[in-house]
């Protein structure tokens, strides 16, 4: 493939809303009320209109005969390019709010630089998304105050997530070779230029939420590199059923 | 960037006829996701923007304008594009006041909306009753465009439409 590299990266990108998305969408449902039912499907629904207009891109790129659902539905686990945060599962809303709050802080700061990216279509992409993350971010962070600064079980259970999904935090800010060269070439974001910011931005909220910013130093990795934890199969399993089953198959 | 959508005036009566499925009482023109209709050897081609991302409204309202244009013996082709990104200040004034008579009380300015949403101050008007005694109930409503309230007057619960900009 020509463009190799701005493929790698726009997956790097996209991966991530697709597997949050599908992660959100199990709560379709199942939401602990009405309301906050519909809030994380409509964010669901958000992210995965972003992963389309991603995935259109990069299979316009590619110069092979794909199509968005190809790159949705037929990769193999190694070549998914999420970060192990979004695959975390929905163990309960204390998580789910955990992972989306520590996702949103980090998305609505790489749309914010993604916007002056040199290539048009991720800006146009990024100016869309930012919008709308403002939104979830908007919807998490509250959520982590309401449960943080709520009753002592809720106090307790916010905190086992936030110092369960911590570890997972500093490989959003890890480089692929991909965003590298994408990065040299005025199209890619560096990452750990707001590294530091996001966690000031995380902390501060934390703070306000009557929780504790964890002190945990042990990071785990993999998930930009292609090398998941063991729910990203289950995902998978599910996300990709239909087209296995039924190849090629449209509604 | 252009704001002003480039329409060809002939076209404008069959768009009038396509609607949001979702606000059915709202046109494609009304909404402001036209944002070229032209013609050009016979083929109409429209630029189509969606309101947010995820819009599943989209793609009904693609296949819509191309069924509008068929019934009057033309061809219509119909392309997505998100830049620039739609804002709430697309809608028309008409549109907002069917939009109004539907339910659906109209966006506020941006740092307004900001205020209602963080449940800061009262001023989402009531599309029932007019009062603006409202609270908040869900930043996300029915669809991804809107929030949810409650009137403390008269106690109808009612959609906001979200200012996005």
Redesign the interface.
């Known amino acids: 493939m020509k463009n190799q590299n701005l493929y790698n990266y726009i997956l790097t990108i996209a991966d991530n809303s697709l597997i949050l998305a599908q992660r959100l969408g199990e709560l379709c449902g199942h939401g602990p009320n009405l ?2 039912d ?2 994380l499907t ?2 669901s ?6 992963t ?2 991603y995935y259109q891109y990069a299979a316009k790129i590619s110069g092979e005969d794909k199509t968005e659902d190809d790159i949705a539905f037929l990769r193999i686990e190694r070549e998914y390019k999420n970060c192990l945060l979004v695959e975390q599962p929905n163990t309960h809303f204390g998580y789910v709010i955990g992972r989306q709050f520590l996702f949103d802080v980090y998305h609505f700061m790489l749309m914010e630089k993604l916007q002056n990216s040199k290539d ?1 279509t991720l ?3 990024a ?3 930012i ?2 993350v403002s ?1 979830h971010k ?2 998490s962070s ?1 959520w982590i105050k309401r449960l943080g600064d709520g009753t002592e079980e809720s106090n307790v259970k916010m905190q086992e997530a936030i110092d369960d999904l911590w570890r997972y935090t500093d490989e959003l800010f890890l480089m692929t070779e991909a965003e590298k060269i994408m990065v040299k070439e005025g199209i890619g974001i560096d990452v750990s230029s707001f590294k530091e910011k996001y966690y000031e931005e995380v902390a501060e909220v934390l703070k306000d939420a009557t929780l504790n910013v964890p002190e945990n130093k042990y990071f785990t990795k993999g998930g930009k590199e292609g090398v998941h934890t063991e729910h990203m199969g289950y995902i998978l399993a599910d996300l990709q059923y239909m087209q296995r089953t039924y190849p090629n198959m449209t509604w | 960037m252009t704001k002003t959508a480039n329409i060809e005036t002939q076209l404008i009566p069959v768009l009038e006829t396509v609607s949001d499925p979702e606000i059915p009482v709202l046109s494609v023109l009304d909404l402001g996701v036209i944002r070229e209709a032209i013609e050009r050897d016979g083929m109409v081609q429209i630029k189509l923007t969606p309101t947010y991302s995820g819009c599943p409204a989209m793609d009904v309202i693609a296949d819509d304008l191309k069924k509008a244009f068929s019934e009057i013996g033309k061809k219509a082709e119909v392309e997505l594009v998100i830049s620039p990104a739609w804002s709430t200040d697309w809608i028309s004034e008409e549109g907002l006041k069917k939009m109004e008579e539907y339910g659906i009380a109209r966006p506020l300015s941006e740092s307004h909306d900001k205020d209602v949403l963080l449940g800061e101050k009262k001023m989402v008007k009531c599309p029932q009753c007019g009062s603006t005694n409202t609270h908040l109930v869900s930043q996300f409503g029915s669809t991804a465009c809107k929030a949810l309230f409650k009137c403390d007057d008269c106690h109808e619960p009612f959609d906001y439409f979200k200012c996005l900009k």
């Open positions: 309301e906050t519909i809030a409509n964010i629904l958000d992210l995965l209109g972003q389309r207009s048009e800006t146009a992409i100016k869309k998304s919008k709308e939104y908007r919807f509250d």
